[in-house]
């Protein structure tokens, strides 16, 4: 078992940044891979980033490349979501994910990973 709770999230200027982070606990942290998705109400969940386990390999969807970066740190069980130049079109819901299946992978689509955050809203203002 895994429980994740995201945080961070909030209302932003256009332009603005924000870092999400995701606690972990349960499962050993370094032995899984990580994935942040968001949502729009109406719309199916979509990749955003992956990291896999050590933090050797970063997957990003095209939409935020060059602006979002996500990490981990295995010593305090936390992956984060870097957001630089923040568009309106980011707003959602973000959540955290973890696939214990394949720590070496970078998941994109939601049937890859096993647990869930709960989520928290980001707003991005014009």
């Known amino acids: 078992q895994v429980q994740l709770v995201e945080s961070g999230g909030g209302l932003v200027q256009a332009g603005g940044s924000l870092r999400l982070s995701c606690a972990a606990s349960?499962?050993?942290?370094?032995?899984?891979?990580m994935g942040w998705f968001r949502q729009t109400p109406g719309k199916e969940r979509e990749f955003v980033a992956a990291?896999?386990?050590?933090?050797?390999?970063?997957y990003y969807a095209d939409p935020v490349k060059g602006r979002f970066t996500v990490s981990r740190d295995n010593f305090k069980n936390t992956v984060y979501l870097q957001m630089n130049s923040l568009k309106p079109e980011d707003t959602a819901v973000y959540y955290c994910?973890?696939?214990?299946?394949?720590?070496w992978g970078t998941g994109t689509t939601t049937n890859e990973y096993d647990y869930w955050g709960q989520g928290t809203q980001v707003t991005v203002s014009s």
């Open positions: 990291i896999t386990w050590n933090g050797g390999r970063t």
């Open positions: 994910a973890a696939d214990l299946r394949r720590p």
């Open positions: 349960g499962r050993t942290f370094s032995s899984y891979a």
